[in-house]
């Protein structure tokens, strides 16, 4: 059980996290959990950018992909059952990454923002008021992932790939092969991030394991890892209602990318 104390000083470095990257939006008149919304909401509009940014700032609407997303949580398979240990992720060549458009030339549309908002607030209304596992945790971790990502992502000094580094010579191409292609794969970034956020949606505050013991409802469906998969179900399905529809076109057009 965690300590007023312990949870003073979570609750400090996660505001600390945000504060360091200069994202914190400290907005009089809102909530902490309002802010949070909007810092998460900041991260992954940021992440659909380059995403955009990637496949020529198009988006189409994916009406022939309806069959395939509702096939993934209908297929009678739990989330473990469809867990793929190691993913290949895809590797580009150097003329098709210099072709891709800068994210800040990318402008979401309002209309997707609204929707990326309003997924953000109502994952973290189906965050329970847990001493742990709450919306604030999430929002920490989301931030230490984010941390962990920037290190391997942007070309500093700092990761070893940078300008006066033994490896001056490094080209787009070198560089996604460093990061095993998370360098030139937004999606999968998105991806990370997306599932720090909605890792713990409607946690009951106590173990797996005592899930199991109690013999509660979710544990006879998911048997282990109980919790965890019955937040991905939960953040899956809201993400498939129709009102989401702009949201899923701007985060993958292709079966490949959905899958």
């Known amino acids: 059980m965690e300590t007023l104390e312990e949870g003073a000083d979570s609750e400090e470095s996660s505001e600390r996290a945000s504060e360091e990257d200069g994202d914190f939006l400290c907005i009089e008149g809102m909530s902490k959990t309002e ?18 940014g990637s496949r020529g700032d198009t988006t189409n609407q994916i009406t022939t992909l309806s069959d395939t997303e509702k096939s993934i949580r209908t297929g009678g398979k739990t989330v473990l059952e469809q867990f793929t240990p190691i993913i290949q992720l895809k590797r580009f060549d150097v003329e098709e990454l210099k072709r891709r458009g800068r994210p800040a030339s990318v402008n979401i549309e309002d209309a997707v923002k609204s929707q990326l908002r309003s997924y953000i607030s109502s994952i973290s209304a189906m965050y329970p008021d847990n001493a742990f596992h709450n919306f604030e945790h999430a929002s920490h971790v989301t931030a230490s992932v984010k941390k962990l990502l920037a290190r391997i992502v942007n070309v500093d000094e700092g990761n070893g790939l940078g300008a006066g580094s033994p490896s001056d010579s490094v080209d787009l191409v070198d560089l996604a092969g460093h990061s095993y292609g998370i360098t030139s794969d937004p999606l999968t970034q998105f991806a990370v991030v997306f599932s720090a956020i909605i890792h713990d949606v409607d946690h009951p505050g106590v173990s797996n394991a005592q899930l199991v013991k109690e013999n509660a409802r979710w544990a006879k469906i998911y048997k282990k890892s109980v919790a965890e998969q019955k937040s991905v179900d939960i953040a899956w399905d809201i993400l498939m209602s129709e009102e989401y529809a702009g949201l899923r076109a701007c985060i993958y057009q292709t079966e490949e990318d959905l899958q």
Do not use: C, H, P
């Open 35 to 52: 802010r949070l919304v909007e810092w998460n909401v900041e991260v992954l509009s940021s992440l659909l950018e380059q995403i955009v």
